[in-house]
């Protein structure tokens, strides 16, 4: 299962790093909140009303969460509700169903994007969230964190497009931070040892192990790889995912993403996918045909997506580069 308060601690550093892309609130008190529950006659999902208490509310440069802001009716949830309200009874059309709270709306079709407060999950911490009018599938998310991600990923997406195009020293993108080291894979390395509540790296692998690797998937691995097998063996570090060699994961996810039974579009043979982020669904995969000082670049892939839809120019220059960026990352969004 997905750990809810890691991916809204993933929004939280989103925002935070990149500030244009986002206007927020300055958070809200509990009396506020307490006073939107109350009007809306409702009991606002302790994740959103942690939304609230942070933000107020969301907007970027094509979506809006709407939240708590007298000032800007826009934004403003009572309003937009008792607004939308409104021009329903006056074309004789029903209210919103009370356990239904909105927090978005649709441009292309101005239906809503609702919290469902009859279908709690994660241990009531969330709602999973619908269309109204109901659309044809139930549920489009399973939790407001699901949507305030989506929305802070696009955000943040647009944002760094439109920053490729723009001469500047001052954008950083994430392939390049914390990168120009001497020797990245042992600052890495240090943090893991600094942080033993995250780490949960299995056995180390031995040169006969490693061996094998490189049979089964017809590759020479590289240093950077090679040491951190042979140190850590892979596992986790938080809730990101270091195949290992348990049960043969390492080989036989590869294998599988080469030959998929349920998706037309199959991972490149010159790709090996070496870890899984399962908050964002994708894989970092050694690129063998972008090596540089004997070390492939680390780009990003998902499931059944075709290879010529990708831009790599943000790949990572190393597995070591990497390493360094999720372990420092993951530290930050569990501090």
Known sequence: MVNINAKFNRCLKMIE??????????????????????????????????????????????????????????????????????????????????????????????????????????????????????????????????????????????????????????????????????????????????????????EALSDAELELIEKELKITLPKSYVTFMKEFGGGKFGDNIFFTMFNDELVKTNLELYHPKDHEHALSKHLVAVYFDDLEEFYACLDFKNVMNGEPKIVYREENVPEEDYDDRDAFKSFSDFLYYIIQDTIDVNS
């Open 17 to 202: 790093k990149y500030p244009q892309a986002f206007v927020v609130g300055k958070g809200s008190t509990e009396n506020e909140i307490l006073e939107v529950e109350n009007r809306l006659q409702v009991t606002l999902p302790p994740m959103y009303r942690e939304f609230l208490r942070k933000f107020s509310y969301l907007a970027t440069h094509d979506e809006e969460i709407w939240g708590i802001s007298p000032s800007n009716n826009q934004l403003d949830i009572v309003f937009r509700h008792q607004k939308y309200n409104e021009e329903l009874l006056s074309s004789s059309q029903s209210e919103v169903p009370s356990h239904l709270l909105a927090i978005q709306m649709e441009d292309f079709n101005s239906s809503l994007t609702c919290l469902d407060l009859n279908a709690m999950t994660y241990n009531d911490q969330e709602a999973k969230v619908c269309f109204h009018p109901i659309d044809a599938q139930p549920y489009y998310a399973d939790s407001f964190t699901q949507v305030l991600f989506e929305v802070c990923d696009s955000a943040v997406s647009s944002y760094l497009d439109d920053a490729a195009n723009i001469p500047s020293s001052t954008i950083e993108k994430v392939s390049e931070i914390k990168t120009e080291r001497k020797d990245v894979y042992s600052e890495a390395k240090a943090l893991i040892y600094e942080h033993p509540e995250l780490s949960e790296f299995g």
